[in-house]
């Protein structure tokens, strides 16, 4: 029992030194991928203060991180050309809001809220 109980004690430390260090990681890679100009084909179309924008953010920023780049993001509330863009990309008909992801090469949309995995397909060209 006191074996399990040393066990368990130092698995939990040694999960809270890799989270750490998973985090430094994560932050220092955002840092680098921050600096690069953003793909001008992988639209991500938002409001800001949106609740369904915000909540799709982290799977975003998990995209970015798996192609290693950042793609367009493009606030369209507030900026008109933005909007017209959104417009002429079909999103109004094909979404009617944000968030929204259209990728320029492939013509393939993603309406709303999507998961990481998702999104590195869309981004990829990998959606049916």
Request: hydrophobic share 35%; net charge neutral; charged share 30%.
């Amino acid at each position: 029992k006191m074996e399990e109980n040393v066990r368990k004690t130092w698995l939990m430390n040694e999960l809270s030194r890799l989270s750490n260090k998973s985090k430094e990681i994560e932050t220092e890679l955002d840092s680098i991928i921050d600096k690069q100009v953003a793909d001008k084909k992988l639209l991500f179309f938002f409001g800001n203060g949106c609740s369904f924008t915000n909540r799709v953010l982290p799977e975003v920023s998990c995209l970015e991180r798996s192609i290693g780049r950042r793609i367009t993001h493009l606030e369209t509330w507030e900026d008109e050309n933005n909007q017209k863009q959104y417009d002429s990309v079909g999103g109004a008909t094909l979404c009617g809001g944000v968030p929204f992801f259209y990728n320029l090469e492939t013509g393939k949309s993603i309406c709303g809220a999507a998961s990481c995995d998702a999104l590195v397909k869309w981004a990829k060209g990998k959606l049916p």
